[in-house]
């Protein structure tokens, strides 16, 4: 069986999940169902990333032990994400023993392999963003993020040779255009290489200044910067690279938001490099949520509860929005005013209805049996073509993670089955007791509402499975509806006459506002 691995962010516990992270993570879902539907073995990892001064610092912010701290926040992400239909994840934490372990075995390849060195160093340094800074990077003398006056350090530390790997990765991505995608991200990459402003990487923070981190297996005075301990957690999630899961999923594909470009872009490729092991196969990079053209923050009050938005609108409703609103790599504004038009126009309105009103007419004319279909005129055949057309263009666009675009191209679909139930009329058929035209018209309709149904399997798990149990097939949401959606694009049938189907339906109602 053929194997898809994926991972998110391994999110930073210095606050609590927010819509970025639920985002992030909803898609990671979708693409493991998604390729859980083309009968593949598919899981991904994700977790939450607990070391370094910021950690440190929120913990002391709140009262609390760091440990308390970040078993806390760590606790909020993990439960999170079932409540949101997300399942077949790893969840990795940073301070697991097993992490721990695989870091400090990388940490030595690379310090055995002579990419490691120890070195003086001393420049301004930022403890809000954990990282030092050159002197034409400051902004007034003041960190360009922060706005505030970093101190002057110098001390003695470890770093990581990245510049004799950098002319190597410039030519890869040149040569490999979809390693990071979209291209816009790709073009950042390639303008951070080509500013000449990377330097070696210093991997290193002496004990005297930070304790909360994984040990250097070659010196105990120091603690592994926090970036190279996290980026190890997409392979760490795996077993490390000894491991059976490694030599079955490894490579696989990452997504980030474009604020992590630069640790995923340019320190993990070198890192992967310097260990011997492949590179991973894309960097998915998206952008941010906005409210109003505004980043959402703390004091702008403006943070969307991921949670609070489920609970109103439901958990179909909510991934549906995600997926279908944001264009992955560019920013989206997120409303509620937004989203309640989504729902009503396109699930309560479209596809809601379409399931309403023809499984009311089958109820009506054929007491809710599936009717055998009869010769197919050339209307029909339209509806079959697109049909087809509908879900390669879904499947091959969810894979390459535009699912806005992907919803679109079946949404087509959804909008032409409701213009073909006003032409062909099955009322006036049934009035003029044209019952195996009749027949045949209920029948394109209903099989095609079940390629649709289980199309948004990977999107709606949970109305995905509500609507195949409505056309009598049977389903789960934790389980692919069929063995490989291939066969069901070659193929227009799938619904056996016969089948008996649920009398009404009222999946999506309409939300008044
Ligand atoms: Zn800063």
């Not at 549906?320 to 509620?336: K, T, V």
């Not at 073909?420 to 099955?426: F, I, K, L, T």
């Not at 045949?440 to 209903?446: G, Q």
């Amino acid at each position: 069986m053929e194997s898809f691995y994926v991972t998110t962010p391994i999110y930073y516990v210095n606050a609590r999940p927010h819509l970025g992270h639920a985002y992030s993570t909803i898609v990671a879902d979708s693409l493991v169902r998604m390729h859980k539907l083309l009968g593949k073995e598919a899981f991904f990892v994700t977790g939450s990333d607990e070391h370094g001064d910021k950690i440190v610092q929120a913990a002391e912010k709140n009262n609390l032990p760091v440990k308390d701290f970040v078993d806390g926040i760590s606790g909020e992400f993990r439960s999170l994400w079932p409540e949101l239909g997300i399942e077949n994840f790893r969840f990795c934490r940073t301070t697991d023993a097993a992490h721990e372990k695989i870091v400090q075995e990388m940490l030595q390849k690379v310090y055995d392999a002579g990419d490691i060195y120890f070195g003086e160093f001393s420049g301004h340094y930022c403890y809000g963003c954990e990282r030092f800074y050159t002197e034409k990077e400051l902004e007034d003398g003041c960190c360009p993020q922060h706005k505030t006056k970093p101190e002057l350090i110098s001390e003695k530390n470890y770093f990581f040779r990245m510049s004799k790997y950098l002319p190597w990765l410039k030519e890869y991505i040149e040569t490999h255009p979809d390693f990071i995608r979209p291209d816009r991200y790709r073009a950042e990459a390639l303008g951070m290489l080509e500013a000449g402003a990377l330097e070696d990487l210093c991997i290193s923070r002496p004990k005297t200044r930070l304790t909360w981190g994984i040990d250097l297996p070659f010196d105990t005075k120091y603690v592994c910067y926090v970036w190279f301990d996290a980026l190890l957690t997409y392979i760490s999630g795996l077993g490390g690279p000894q491991s059976q899961d490694f030599a079955r999923y490894w490579p696989g594909e990452h997504l980030v938001a474009k604020d992590i470009l630069k640790p995923h872009a340019i320190f993990w490729p070198v890192m992967l490099k310097s260990l011997g092991l492949p590179l991973y196969e894309h960097l998915n990079v998206h952008g941010y949520w906005l409210s109003k053209d505004t980043k959402m923050s703390k004091s702008l009050g403006n943070i969307v509860e991921p949670r609070a938005m489920m609970q109103t609108y439901g958990q179909d409703a909510f991934r549906y929005y995600l997926l279908r609103e944001m264009h992955f790599g560019s920013d989206a504004n997120f409303s509620e005013e937004t989203m309640v038009t989504r729902i009503n126009s396109d699930l309560a309105n479209d596809l809601g209805n379409l399931f309403s009103r023809v499984l009311s007419m089958t109820a009506k004319y054929f007491s809710s049996i599936v009717p055998k279909p009869a010769a197919k005129l050339e209307q029909d055949k339209a509806i079959v073509d697109l049909c087809v057309q509908s879900m390669q263009n879904y499947v091959q666009l969810m894979q390459v993670i535009r699912s806005a675009e992907a919803l679109e191209a079946l949404w087509e679909l959804v909008r032409a089955l409701n213009k073909y139930v006003d032409s062909e009329a099955p009322w006036a058929l049934f009035k003029a007791k044209e019952m195996e035209r009749l027949g045949t018209v209920m029948y394109v309709l209903l099989a095609s509402m079940r390629k649709i149904a289980i199309c948004l399997w990977p999107v709606m798990p949970k109305a995905s499975t509500l609507m195949l149990g409505q056309l009598g097939q049977k389903a789960d949401e934790h389980t692919a509806p069929v063995k490989t959606i291939m066969d069901e694009i070659t193929c227009f049938g799938g619904l056996d006459a016969g089948t008996t189907l649920a009398e009404k339906s009222n999946i999506f109602p309409r939300i008044q506002r």
